[in-house]
């Protein structure tokens, strides 16, 4: 997993709450190997037509946002399906933070384990910075995650919170299996006390 | 200080912390790990680094996402498709992970199964690579569904980092009104609380409603809690919860059994334990519920009328709905009850037990279908059960096809999909744009509800049917 400390990128807003992983990846690609790249899968059925060709009215088609590295979403993005692939997509597409007001709590997991920063923020923060973004195609956010700060380009601020868990996670993007490993000691104990106190679980 | 009492949730969430780490963050020991064939990358990410399995005997997987449901078991078509469940097959062999695979008497959908075979037992943590594990705290469990990398991480270590949710309890009062059946319960409580409104909460249901409900109805109702934002759903384990495990293959016998009786009865909510949130539906207000939009927020009695989006201030939520609308083709202000249907789906993890199946041919027999109808069994062991009642002829001599047990058209990935601006009367559980096919429109409802479609070629209120 490629760490993440800093960006500055494009942002591009999406207005409607309760964005599927559906609508991020159909289901019909989950069986493709990781490596065949998710990028262009990303949204597929709503960013492309039948025929494959754009659709021009979504918004990582619009010029101003098809650079975009960042997401400005509204509430419970992501919700739904566990496909892990609806991260590979946003990954491999280019995009590194999903700002909102809530985020399915499994897509949530997801992003941290692929090197994807989610951002909770008050939806009217999200709302603002989305309206700003719609006004402005192009404008570029910084996201400093050692910093906790979003930063639009009027440079006032916005603070958010990662649990330090997940932080240093991102920050030096380390393997959580190695880390877990190292407590193998207390797994092992773990296993003997049960197997005193629910031997029926085998 | 005065010590309060515990939650089912923290309870169990107690006895299951290996250790603490930074942020808030708990290692968790996983007493059960489902599988399927979302599972092979997983697997595939294992076999390329060389990692064991630390507990086969914990990992239980079957094929349902993938499998075809027509009848007759030749070769998968599709070398994708055949390829995935020829995967899970390998690796498991390889692993010494017991597998129900294509063929085997006992595969069927992964939430269907595990009950079934009675790995899913009170007082567990169970996961599995699938948004709707929360099925399995039916009984009283907490069990969850977990992304890819989170897979093979159990798989490698038995364990799971998790930061604790916070817990919300929701209580439907009074009682069950005849022709009310479990799925309109949920329906009506996502509505309630919304498509995000339990994101970062465990939910435990409760209640004289909840506390009625059969087992095959419980495990609807906790199945649905991740199309509220839930990550889990629990209700606390009973005599109806013992009465279904007692004998059940996986389920301890004898002094097990009495050990596990024991430790399990002591898993209920202590009388004083505080929810971080307390939400509570009367059941007199819940009718046979339809989705009409694309969330499965979007539901409304069937006598209701499509809500009109000028009338919503909210233009977020206006703009939302007008999209739903748009993309289901329907009119605002129209009556939900006779919108003709192109065809019906009675399965998937949601509504494909004996209990749903039933349900569904009471409204079938004697009947004939006017619409394309699908019914799919959840497993093996469901199909039997049902063919032993005659079920099948019942559904069969209505004109209803009778399948083979799978996902199928809850999630289309075996090909069981329906065409674009097709709309789907459907028993499953999410009826977001092109789940069940690019374009196509899905209204989810009871199994008697699908039934009373399909009989109709409508949205039909099943109480009109006499």
């Known amino acids: ?202 | 200080m005065a010590a309060t009492g515990l939650t089912l949730f923290e309870k169990i969430w107690r006895r299951h912390v290996v250790t603490e780490g930074p942020g808030g963050q708990s290692l968790l020991y996983v007493d059960r790990h489902l599988l399927h064939e979302g599972s092979t990358h997983a697997f595939g990410r294992m076999e390329r680094k060389g990692l064991a399995v630390r507990r086969p005997e914990a990992c239980l997987a079957t094929a349902d996402h993938y499998v075809p449901t027509a009848s007759g078991r030749g070769e998968i078509a599709d070398p994708e498709v055949r390829r995935m469940v020829a995967d899970l097959g390998r690796h498991t062999e390889r692993l010494g992970i017991t597998f129900f695979g294509r063929g085997e008497p006992r595969q069927g959908i992964v939430h269907v199964i595990g009950p079934e075979q009675g790995a899913t037992q009170p007082g567990i943590l169970l996961v599995c690579g699938d948004s709707h594990t929360a099925t399995h705290g039916a009984f009283g469990a907490l069990a969850f569904g977990i992304g890819s990398t989170e897979v093979e991480h159990v798989l490698a270590t038995q364990c799971l980092w998790q930061r604790k949710p916070r817990v919300m309890r929701v209580t439907v009062t009074g009682v069950r009104a005849p022709g009310i059946a479990a799925k309109d319960v949920i329906l009506a409580i996502i509505a309630r609380i919304g498509a995000g409104g339990g994101v970062g909460h465990a939910i435990e249901y409760a209640g004289p409603v909840i506390r009625a409900l059969s087992m095959d109805e419980r495990m609807t109702v906790c199945n649905m809690s991740i199309e509220a934002g839930a990550r889990a759903g629990m209700v606390a384990p009973d005599e109806t919860t013992f009465a279904y495990l007692e004998g059940r293959p996986l389920v301890p016998r004898g002094a097990g059994w009495a050990q596990a009786l024991a430790h399990w009865r002591a898993l209920p909510s202590d009388p004083d334990a505080v929810f971080d949130r307390e939400v509570t539906l009367d059941a007199a207000d819940i009718a046979p519920t339809v989705t009409w939009g694309t969330s499965p927020q979007d539901a409304l009695p069937i006598t209701a009328r499509i809500p009109d989006p000028s009338a919503v201030g909210d233009p977020s939520r206006r703009a939302s709905m007008e999209r739903a609308l748009a993309y289901m083709g329907l009119t605002a202000g129209a009556p939900l009850a006779g919108t003709p249907v192109s065809r019906v789906f009675i399965g998937s993890c949601t509504n494909s037990r004996l209990e749903d199946l039933r349900a569904a041919a009471a409204v079938a027999r004697g009947r004939r279908a006017a619409v394309p109808a699908l019914v799919v069994p959840g497993s093996g062991g469901v199909k039997r059960a049902a063919e032993a009642e005659g079920l099948d002829r019942v559904f069969t001599e209505a004109g209803f096809e009778w399948r083979e047990p799978g996902c199928s058209m809850c999630v289309g990935m075996n090909g069981d999909l329906a065409a674009a601006r097709e709309r789907v009367a459907s028993t499953s559980n999410r009826n977001f744009e092109g789940r069940q096919g690019k374009g196509a429109r899905t209204h989810l409802m009871s199994p008697a509800m699908a039934a009373a479609a399909a009989v109709t070629g409508r949205l039909t209120d099943v109480r009109t049917l006499a």
């Open chain 1, 1 to 202: 997993m490629d760490p993440f400390v800093r960006l500055t990128a494009v942002a591009a807003p999406m207005d409607l709450p309760n964005i599927d992983t559906d609508r991020i990846i159909p289901a019909r690609f989950l069986r493709r190997p990781r490596e065949s790249g998710f990028g262009p899968l990303l949204f597929h059925d709503v960013r492309f037509d039948a025929t494959g060709a754009e659709q021009p009215d979504f918004v990582l088609n619009r010029p101003g946002h098809r650079a975009a590295r960042i997401l400005v979403t509204a509430e419970n993005f992501g919700c739904g399906s566990s496909r892990e692939m609806a991260v590979w997509a946003l990954l491999d597409h280019g995009i590194r933070v999903v700002i909102g007001p809530s985020f399915g709590d499994i897509f949530f997991e997801n992003c941290f384990k692929n090197g994807v920063l989610p951002i909770v923020v008050p939806a009217e923060t999200a709302a603002g910075l989305r309206q700003a973004l719609a006004a402005r195609p192009g404008t570029t956010l910084t996201v400093d995650l050692e910093a906790e700060t979003v930063t639009p380009p009027d440079g006032v601020a916005i603070r958010f919170e990662v649990d330090g868990f997940r932080k240093h996670g991102l920050l030096t993007g380390r393997d959580e299996l190695a880390l877990t490993l190292e407590q193998m000691p207390a797994i092992e104990a773990f296993e003997a006390r049960r197997r005193v106190e629910m031997p029926w679980l085998g």
